[in-house]
């Protein structure tokens, strides 16, 4: 009798096994996504094309981007800066109608943000512009998108191997991020 209940017990035993790795690695991976992968490339309220407007165009990143320059964030343009182009150009296609619609409601349009760090991260876009820091370097080939994807973990780890790789000074102690 008990030759007969070893095989339902390797079997069991298989099946726990195998339900371990599995929810090791759903957990893993969920991880990752969260971390990582979730939200990458939202969808617009306007399809934005950086691959038209970046690249094709060769639009500086710095004339829609103005406040990087000066400021902590790059800043998204304004309806307005937009308006500025698209009142003549390209008026005919559906998205830049989408834009003359916030445009005419004189409201913003409410991009989602795709390189957002949490609140406790003091990153100021100015001083690595000042330094000299591609935009590319943090953000991908993006005159390359025509849909922005972050490409970056933007982790904490992922910035200190820059600055360490860079020999910034004063650039891997706690307050320099965390203020």
């Known amino acids: 009798m008990s030759i007969s209940v070893l095989p339902a017990f390797n079997t ?3 099946l726990l ?3 371990a790795v599995a929810l090791v690695a759903f957990v893993i991976g969920y991880w990752l996504n969260r971390n990582y992968f979730s939200n990458a490339t939202p969808i617009q309220p306007i399809e934005f094309s950086h691959k038209i407007h970046a690249g094709e ?3 500086p990143c710095m004339y829609c981007h103005l406040y990087a320059r000066k400021s902590k964030v790059a800043g998204v343009p304004s ?3 937009c308006i500025n182009c698209h009142k003549v150009i390209a008026t005919d296609r559906p998205e830049i109608k989408k834009l003359f619609n916030y445009w005419n409601e004189k409201k913003p349009i409410p991009w989602i943000k795709v390189h957002d760090l949490p609140d406790f991260v003091h990153f100021t876009h100015k001083r690595h512009v000042s330094a000299g820091i591609q935009c590319q370097t943090c953000h991908g080939p993006v005159e390359e998108m025509v849909r922005v994807t972050r490409l970056a973990p933007m982790q904490m780890g992922w910035c200190l191997e820059c600055h ?3 020999k910034v000074e004063n650039g891997r102690d706690c307050w320099t991020c965390h203020k």
């Open 12 to 14: 069991c035993k298989k």
């Open 17 to 19: 096994v195998i339900f």
């Open 57 to 59: 165009n060769e639009i």
């Open 79 to 81: 309806v307005h800066k």
């Open 164 to 166: 360490t790789a860079k």
